[in-house]
């Protein structure tokens, strides 16, 4: 107990030391920056698009504080060529203090340093320094589905839409060129849309709701706690009706009282790219959170027409012809709920080579080291896929 307590002491007064030096850094540079720079309102960095090309080589990122949760989900994002090329449109924010606090900003400073750099591996120290501003902490296991949806919300709300290019026009020149058209919104690019329905058991009454997710929250187990074999199975399980009876009735107002219901989700639009959250941490009844890594195969090409029913899609013809999908990037989890460890196989949009980003360590791998993340029900600790990411196929 007490060499626990040690290393937890230890811990704290790194964690206090690094802080403390990050926030003195932070303020000597705003000043500095602050003193030189000019009128910067309208001015932009110069064009990055992104570290896709790998036209100097994959570059990695340095763990710098139980960091590879966090360095996995920048090279997913960095490595979509698409997302950057919304990134690049930023406009720098004006003051030195605001710059420090942007994260769409920090992140392509990030971006730049990763793609103009001739290091095997670069800090996102800076980058990390900003994300503490709201209270995402390093030192910490994150989970990746919770980070991913904490980035995305930051970067949302701090990219401005005016700044966006509009389809079919030519914005501001960026060091003599044009802005490139058809920049898709950073909303499209990820958002998923689901109609959710409620049906009345007794009198047929039916309520309807739109709803947006960023991720498809995929179950591993069915409702009889046995494990899924398949994605496609995950996916239809997802999709189908569920019965509320007994405890779980709902309030009819046509008949006035609790009666059973169906619930059922149906898909309306499919975003550019799909997340697709697989729950491999299960809680158990004494609040227990243990890992669930049974064998699970995910394709490389998904058709959600050849998965879904008709009765479990909720669009036009026209959406439904773009639910075609080749994977692009698998997040990994090994270890334990409480002592793991993250990285990324992604595949490179212009070489069509995959590639696994372990922190500062880049190497190529074959799709059957990507298959090694399917699980194994024997090896708990063993290295399973997290998050899946899908990339609508004719967007490539």
């Not at 900003?105 to 501003?133: N, T």
């Not at 980070?147 to 839409?161: A, M, P």
Request: charge should be positive; glycine fraction near 4%; proline fraction near 4%.
């Amino acid at each position: 107990m007490g060499k626990r307590s040690g290393r937890q002491g230890r811990r704290k007064k790194l964690e206090l030391a690094l802080n403390e030096a990050m926030k003195a850094e932070a303020d000597v540079q705003d000043n500095k920056k602050e003193a030189e720079e000019p009128q910067a309102k309208e001015r932009r960095l110069p064009s990055v698009f992104g570290v896709a090309d790998l036209k100097n080589g994959a570059v990695g990122l340095y763990n710098v504080g139980q960091s590879c949760c966090l360095n996995s989900l920048l090279q997913v994002f960095f490595m979509n060529i698409h997302f950057t090329g919304i990134l690049r449109r930023i406009i720098v924010p004006p003051h030195a203090a605001q710059k420090r606090r942007n994260v769409p900003y920090q992140m392509l400073l990030l971006l730049e340093e990763m793609q103009c750099g001739k290091q095997k591996a670069v800090s996102p120290i800076d980058f990390a320094c900003c994300l503490s501003e709201y209270k995402v902490k390093l030192f910490v296991q994150h989970d990746a589905a919770q980070l991913f949806l904490t980035l995305w919300n930051l970067i949302k709300k701090q990219i401005k839409k005016p700044e966006l290019g509009v389809k079919g026009r030519s914005c501001s020149p960026v060091n003599g060129e044009k802005c490139p058209v058809h920049i898709e919104d950073l909303s499209d690019l990820y958002t998923i849309c689901v109609q959710e329905h409620l049906a009345c058991q007794k009198c047929s009454s039916e309520t309807k709701r739109n709803t947006s997710m960023l991720t498809l929250p995929l179950p591993v187990l069915n409702y009889n706690s046995q494990m899924l074999k398949t994605l496609e199975d995950c996916l239809q399980y997802f999709f189908h009706p569920e019965e509320l009876t007994d405890h779980n009735m709902c309030f009819c107002e046509q008949c006035g009282k609790r009666t059973p219901f169906l619930q059922s989700m149906k898909l309306v639009h499919l975003p550019q790219t799909l997340t697709i959250h697989l729950k491999r941490f299960c809680f158990e009844k004494s609040a227990y959170v243990h890992k669930l890594s049974h064998y699970l195969p995910f394709p490389q090409e998904l058709d959600f027409n050849a998965v879904l029913t008709e009765n479990q899609c909720q669009a036009g013809d026209n959406e439904k012809a773009a639910w075609q999908y080749e994977l692009f990037a698998v997040v990994a989890h090994s270890g334990s709920t409480s002592c793991g460890h993250y990285c990324a196989y992604i595949r490179s949009l212009t070489e069509c080579k995959w590639y696994c980003f372990n922190d500062s360590e880049v190497c190529q791998v074959s799709w059957d080291d990507v298959k090694s993340t399917y699980g194994h029900s024997s090896l708990h600790w063993g290295e399973t896929a997290y998050l899946l990411i899908y990339m609508k196929k004719h967007s490539q």
